[in-house]
């Protein structure tokens, strides 16, 4: 098992085919950009950066990654600086799920990305330690993070990286159903978690980065009261209800290709990029 870490652990730190947004960061260092959205699926999804180039002449950049929760988004605007990726606005899109955690530490299934790294970077390591319920068998045990993650760091991953197979130069994905069960909702809940977002706040405003922080559409919500609270509380601007016909939608949280389209252009509207 410790020579099958090494092993993977080298070619993923020593290559320079770039399958995922991680890698991408570690390998364009020195590079600017006028806008980066993070987040989840509901950036990566969402945020058609093609459209926004085309219409604005600007550089932007889709950093959303599926499965990525608060923790992991503070992690990779770390990476950014470390890295010197600039933007002139960073958008940081927070999911209403995220906001429900009481607690810091957490089981982060969307560091799949990060764990080849936790080693050799100490940015990864030291933010593991904070957030990573699972750090001690994800940094200590050999191999168990490959195990664990292998859906996206596993032996077909090693593979593909090793014959470079590169990803797609487009960071964005449109989806291209449309869902159909026009009478489900999407339900918010009562109580909700600052302190992570403000301690995002706070790093963003010790190293001078202009951060914005939203929510993305869900489909036909419900009990939303208090989030909208929260949200105008924290400063997030909040677009869980601006679109509402099904035919935008893919699932309750997620936008299909048209629906991205009209979100995003509603972004380069209302902040006027």
């Keep these: 098992m410790i020579i099958l870490d090494l092993i993977f652990t080298q070619v993923y730190f020593h290559t320079n085919v770039i399958r995922n947004k991680v890698q991408y960061v570690f390998k364009n260092k020195n590079t600017q950009f006028d806008y980066i959205f993070l987040g989840s699926s509901r950036v990566e999804f969402h945020i058609n950066t093609d459209l926004i180039d085309s219409i604005t002449q600007k550089k932007s950049l889709n950093l959303g990654i599926s499965g990525q929760s608060l923790p992991e988004n503070f992690l990779m605007l770390k990476l950014l600086k470390d890295n010197k990726i600039k933007a002139k606005r960073i958008f940081l899109q927070v999911d209403e799920s995220n906001l429900r955690s009481t607690t810091e530490k957490r089981n982060l299934l969307g560091a799949s990305y ?4 936790i080693y050799l970077n100490s940015s990864i390591k030291n933010h593991m330690k ?7 068998y994800d940094a200590y045990f050999p191999f168990y993070r490959y195990i664990k993650y292998n859906p996206k760091i596993g032996y077909r991953e090693l593979l593909l990286t090793l014959g470079g197979k590169k990803r797609a130069d487009n960071f964005f994905i449109g989806l291209k159903t449309t ?4 009478n489900e ?3 918010f809940v009562k109580k909700y978690n600052n302190s992570l977002l ?3 706040k706070e790093y963003a405003k010790e190293n001078n980065i202009q951060i914005t922080l939203y929510t993305s559409p869900y489909y036909n919500r419900k009990n939303n009261q208090e989030f909208d609270l929260f949200c105008k509380e924290n400063n997030i601007i909040n677009y869980t209800g601006s679109i509402k016909s ?4 893919k699932d309750l949280g997620h936008l299909n290709n048209k629906g991205a389209r009209q979100f995003t252009l509603s972004i380069i509207k209302n902040f006027g990029l």
Excluded: V
């Design 130 to 136: 904070i957030y990573d319920a699972n750090y001690k």
């Design 185 to 187: 909702t999407y339900q």
């Design 179 to 182: 869902f159909d069960k026009k």
């Design 114 to 117: 990060f764990m080849p790294y």
């Design 198 to 200: 403000t301690k995002i």
């Design 246 to 249: 099904i035919k935008y939608f």
